[in-house]
Antibody, heavy 118, light 108 residues
């Protein structure tokens, strides 16, 4: 059974940092692109970043470029999102998702809430 | 404002059929056949229901179907059931993924 379990969310002040992690199991993690997708309260999902199987190809939504860094550890089946210079509009539930490509996210974690507020 | 436009809400009675539209542009929905639909119950993660316009992942009921015409994609749910009540989001492939703003389905 495919499982994705996020951790690392919480309350942080504007300008602060957080590191999210996603533990994957039930599939060969190193064979898949992975994405981070966020959802602000009451809004639709927003794709944030993705990474290919070996980390050689990375993409970000414009609003997080230079502030967020996606990474993965294939030996430990982990996906990470380092978030720096956080802003109020980064407040959202952050999901990791298996990225099949072509807007097809076939498995999602349960999400972790990030709240940016003073 | 979301890049893809969906009606805020739709409703139907058990057993009926409903259709949710998703309107984009020639740069996204109209550009390729990579439209997906997601179902989200309150407090839960989105679940993939349709991919590549009309394909269902294994385990998704055949009551769910998708189609596309021009810049508008559609999700149809037939034989409505109480458990179909949820938010539905469309997504279209572009160089960066784009989602719709969501449609709340109410089963009367």
């Amino acid at each position: 059974e495919v499982q994705l379990v996020e951790s690392g969310g919480g309350l942080v002040q504007p300008g602060g940092s957080l590191r999210l992690s996603c533990a994957a199991s039930g599939f060969t993690f190193s064979n898949y692109w992975m994405s981070w997708v966020r959802q602000a309260p009451g809004k639709g999902p927003e794709w944030v970043a993705n990474m290919n199987q070996d980390g050689s190809e990375i993409n970000y939504v414009d609003s997080v470029k230079g502030r967020f860094t996606i990474s993965r550890d294939n030996a430990k089946n982990l996906l990470h999102l380092q978030m720096n210079s956080l802003r109020a509009d980064d407040t959202a539930v952050y999901y990791c998702a298996r990225d099949f490509g072509w807007s097809r996210y076939d498995y999602w974690g349960q999400g972790t809430l990030v709240t940016v507020s003073s | 404002q979301s890049a893809l436009t969906q009606p805020a809400s739709v409703s139907g009675s058990p057993g009926q059929s409903i259709t949710i539209s998703c309107t984009g542009t020639s740069s996204d929905v109209g550009d390729n056949n990579h439209v997906s639909w997601y179902q989200q119950h309150p407090g839960k993660a989105p679940k993939l229901m349709i991919y590549d316009v009309s394909n269902r992942p294994s385990g998704v009921s055949n009551r769910f179907s998708g189609s596309k015409s021009g810049n508008t994609a559609s999700l149809t749910i037939s034989g409505l059931r109480a458990e179909d009540e949820a938010d539905y989001y469309c997504s279209s492939y572009t160089s960066k993924g784009v989602f719709g703003g969501g449609t709340k389905l109410t089963v009367l």
